[in-house]
């Protein structure tokens, strides 16, 4: 038998090398699955705990306004916030319990539950709703996703995801979602109405790394029913993970006074 | 020739008692008609009228942009510092008061939760309501707002709807969730002080001094718009030519109530439709009356022949044939403002009721009330007269014109 020479092993070696490099861009172009995709944007999004501080410039009806609050989250369900500016609106709580939602209003020194038609009304007049707020985090529940493409927003590569509500009460029957491919973040979602018509644009950026976990500290959301309008949302202070008291997430820390 | 002509028009219309009779009786019936149905129009749109200026302000200031999107009630499109224009204002010729206000859709609740109670948030000068709204009249339970301003600050008058389904008290806290000119969640609350009638518009509204609904929309020494009056509210479109040159109000929309939609198109309307009643009353009794004179020509054809044999002129002819119908129309005229003058004042004391449902449903922006009261008055009674003399002469201008027409050997021929 004839021994390889070391020019036709040199050959078989870069040969394989080829194969396995085709194989592996062939791999890294297949879109990962919708699932996949939800599932670890859901992982960078949600959390056990968090506290943020939050500045929400709100500009519309050719104003400006700027608030600033203190945010506290627990799981997907539990919410709370302090605003601390301007000084008329310094006091105001909201909490979000499940499917509840108070806010304290200091003025009157009384807690009302929000619901029914006030849910849809924006934060402070921003674009976020109520509603918005009350959703859930976690896609996957409400929503069937496809991957349908690839794109870019802002210089970024960008998985193509295309969702549909799965339940009538959803408030957005279908969202466009452009996630980023290196930071799995949704930098820009367009939410849609059942009739077609687009109601919201969202987009985040200037994603940090919170240990494992990427997180958007700017938000820009514009609600396209109301001219001129947008708000942005900046987060600063940001941590997870913490022990918070138990106490933000009752009704009883509506009411206290610092 | 012309005291001839009256006294044979005279003798013609006692010659004929009966078709006399007749032809008065259209015109009594007619002119009683007319004084009634004109008097309850006169009554509801009247007071329509008055009402509505009262409540728009006899001239209403605003920007521009509110007055273009006034039905959204747009809080953010607000003269921010109202204190120097009233001054303005009360140094103006024909200016008698001035006062700001806005209004804004509130959520009202006596209770913990947020309901689906809706209602309308004025807030003004209790001066205002009281003086030119009548609003003070119109409680049904409670008293009006305090005369201590701070005191009144506290104090809530409420429309009977938004009492019965907030199912709230005299003396009850009610909040008014409401939004600020930035869109943020906005509360006041103060306690019910009094209730007023649950008809028309204000059965709706919730009232309150300006101030706490310049703390409520965050829009401190503003308001939404200024409402100017003046002696009278016919007064309004001279008041509003006069003001529209002020300085501290350039830029401002300066506007007549009876230019404003939608009292502009109601006062056409209601201006239409009584001359419409008017006009078909006055041809259907003319119809009657041409009838009657018509048949009496005929009948004195003969003798007209002879009359105009004898010199009479055509102009003549129809002058003796209109001055018969006048003289039937004054006695008629006459009768039927008596006939008529009796349901008219009863009307105008006791009133006719439309019901609180209709008055609800019908006061959606035009403040109606459930009982409506006829306005009688002595230049209606004349107009409702001169209008049976009408009557008279249309009815008889055919007549008239066929007895002028008349060939004198024809008519003697004919022996009619």
């Excluded at chain 2, 747009?74 to 001054?87: K, S, V």
Aim: glycine share 10%; charged share 20%; with cysteine.
């Amino acid at each position: 038998m004839q021994r390889p020479t070391p020019t036709s092993t040199l050959s078989a070696i870069a040969a394989a090398l080829a194969l396995t490099t085709a194989l592996v861009m062939q791999a890294a172009a297949e879109p990962p699955s919708a699932r996949e995709l939800l599932k670890r944007m859901d992982a960078n999004l949600t959390f056990e705990t968090r506290k943020a501080r939050v500045k929400m410039t709100v500009e519309g009806k050719g104003r400006t306004r700027v608030y600033e609050m203190v945010s506290f989250g627990r799981g997907q369900d539990d919410a709370a916030v302090e605003y601390l500016e301007p000084r008329r609106d310094k006091g105001t709580k909201m909490l979000k319990l499940g499917d509840e939602l108070w806010i304290y209003l200091p003025a009157i020194e009384r807690v009302q539950k929000i619901s029914g038609h006030m849910l849809r009304q924006g934060m402070m007049g921003s674009d976020v709703s109520y509603e918005d707020m009350m959703a859930s985090r976690e896609l996957e529940k409400d929503y069937r996703a496809s991957v349908t493409g690839s794109g870019s927003h802002e210089g970024r590569d960008c998985w193509l995801l295309e969702l549909k509500a799965t339940k009538k009460s959803v408030s957005y029957q279908r969202r466009k979602t452009w996630v980023d491919k290196e930071t799995l973040i949704p930098v820009k979602q367009e939410l849609y109405a059942l009739s077609g018509k687009l109601l919201k644009t969202w987009t985040m950026s200037r994603v940090k790394l919170f240990g494992e976990r990427r997180f958007p500290t700017h938000m820009v959301i514009r609600d396209h029913t109301k001219k001129g309008s947008s708000t942005t949302i900046e987060m600063t202070e940001l941590v997870f993970g913490i022990r918070l008291e138990d106490e933000v997430f009752a009704r009883r820390w509506l009411e206290r006074r610092h | 020739m012309l005291q001839l002509l009256l006294r044979l028009s005279l003798r013609n219309a006692r010659r004929r008692r009966a078709r006399s009779l007749l032809t008065a009786s259209m015109v009594a019936f007619g002119v009683a008609l007319l004084l009634v149905a004109l008097c309850w129009m006169q009554g509801i749109f009247g007071k329509i009228e008055v009402d509505a200026a009262g409540q728009a302000g006899h001239v209403r200031i605003a920007t521009e942009a509110f007055a273009e999107r006034e039905q959204l009630m747009p809080l953010h499109e607000n003269i921010a510092d109202i204190a120097p224009l009233l001054t303005a204002l009360g140094k103006q010729p024909g200016v008698v008061a001035a006062y700001g206000k806005i209004s804004t859709g509130v959520t009202l609740t006596a209770a913990e939760e947020i309901g689906d109670v809706f209602g309308l948030a004025v807030g003004a000068s209790p001066e205002y309501f009281e003086t030119y709204g009548g609003l003070k009249s119109k409680l049904v339970a409670g008293r009006w707002f305090s005369r201590d301003s701070k005191q009144a600050e506290e104090e809530i008058v409420l429309g009977a709807q938004l009492a019965e389904r907030t199912a709230v008290e005299l003396g009850q806290e009610l909040v008014l969730l409401g939004m600020t000119q930035y869109g943020s969640m906005s509360p006041i609350k103060g306690r019910v002080t009094g209730i007023l009638d649950g008809s028309g518009i204000f059965g709706r509204q919730v009232l309150v001094p300006l101030e706490r609904l310049q703390w409520l929309a965050d829009m401190e020494g503003g308001a939404t718009e200024l409402l100017v009056f003046a002696e009278h509210h016919g007064r309004a479109v001279e008041l509003e030519e006069s003001l529209r040159g002020l300085p501290a109000l350039s830029g401002l929309k300066v506007q007549a109530w009876s230019r404003r939609a939608p009292f502009s198109t109601v006062k056409g309307m209601t201006d239409a439709v009584g001359g419409i009643i008017a006009a078909i009353v006055v041809f259907l009794v003319s119809l009657g009356i041409w009838n009657t004179m018509m048949m009496s020509v005929l009948e004195r054809t003969h003798e007209i022949g002879v009359m105009r044999a004898m010199g009479l002129r055509p102009l003549g002819a129809v002058a003796m044939v209109m001055a018969e119908a006048a003289g039937i129309a004054v006695v008629g005229g006459l009768a039927g403002l008596l006939l008529g003058v009796g349901p008219a004042w009863w009307l105008e004391t006791h009133g006719l009721s439309l019901g609180e449902q209709t008055a609800r449903q019908m006061g959606g922006t035009i403040p109606i009330e459930a009982t409506v009261y006829g306005d009688l008055s002595p230049g209606l009674m004349l107009f409702c007269f001169l209008l049976g003399l009408c009557m008279a002469v249309l009815g008889t201008t055919l007549p008239a014109l066929h007895a002028a027409g008349i060939a004198p050997v024809a008519a003697m021929r004919s022996g009619r």
